[in-house]
């Protein structure tokens, strides 16, 4: 192989680890349309989950503890698989979109530093597979997650 072509090859490879490397992080990019975002929570979610997340007697109080669902998989995978999400009207990728709003809107101090945002692609995959017995399968996820002192005395008398 000549020099030329192997240079060639090299710049070729380069090129293509750049771009996928591009196309990763573009799905990955904070990409949120928060008017929109908004809007659809307003006419989809809100209804239950009150306009500032509070929720209300049967509807879990997602201001200040959604964000804790992001530290394990299959707490994270909850979030998109719960029937009001997945079983909305949103496409894959304004669910996404409404998914992370709602986390950086009414997450406060429960989102982890290193929030992953939630993709169009992961959200289409996940809510495939909506869960039907919730009620239990949320407590028994939440007594895997560390939440914070004041957070365990609220949440221990709802539900
Ligand atoms: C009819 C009432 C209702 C509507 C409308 C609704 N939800 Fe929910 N949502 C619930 C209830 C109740 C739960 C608790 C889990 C369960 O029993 O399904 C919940 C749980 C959730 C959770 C998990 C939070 C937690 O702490 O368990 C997310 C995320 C969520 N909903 C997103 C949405 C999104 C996004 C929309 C709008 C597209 C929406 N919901 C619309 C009632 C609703």
Redesign the pocket.
């Known amino acids: 192989m000549s020099a030329l072509s192997r240079f060639t090859k090299r710049i070729v490879w380069g090129l293509f680890i750049l771009c996928s490397f591009q196309t990763i992080a573009a799905d990955n990019l904070l990409k949120i349309n928060t008017d929109r975002a908004k809007f659809?929570?307003q006419m989809?979610?809100?209804?239950?989950?009150t306009p500032d997340g509070t929720?209300g007697k049967?509807?879990?109080?997602?201001k200040d503890?959604?964000g804790y669902?992001l530290q394990k998989e299959i707490a994270r995978e909850?979030?998109?698989k719960?029937?009001?999400?997945a079983n909305?009207?949103?496409n894959d990728a304004q669910?996404a979109e409404?998914?992370n709003w709602?986390i950086i809107e009414f997450g406060g101090e429960s989102v982890p530093k290193n929030m992953q945002y939630f993709t169009t692609n992961e959200v289409a995959t996940l809510r495939e597979q909506p869960?039907f017995e919730?009620?239990e399968y949320?407590k028994m996820l939440i007594k895997q997650l560390t939440l914070s002192n004041r957070t365990v005395d609220e949440t221990s008398d709802q539900k």
């Open positions: 659809n929570y989809l979610c809100q209804g239950c989950h929720g049967s509807v879990p109080k997602i503890f959604i669902f909850y979030l998109v719960v029937p009001g999400s909305s009207s949103l669910l409404v998914l709602m869960l919730v009620v949320r």
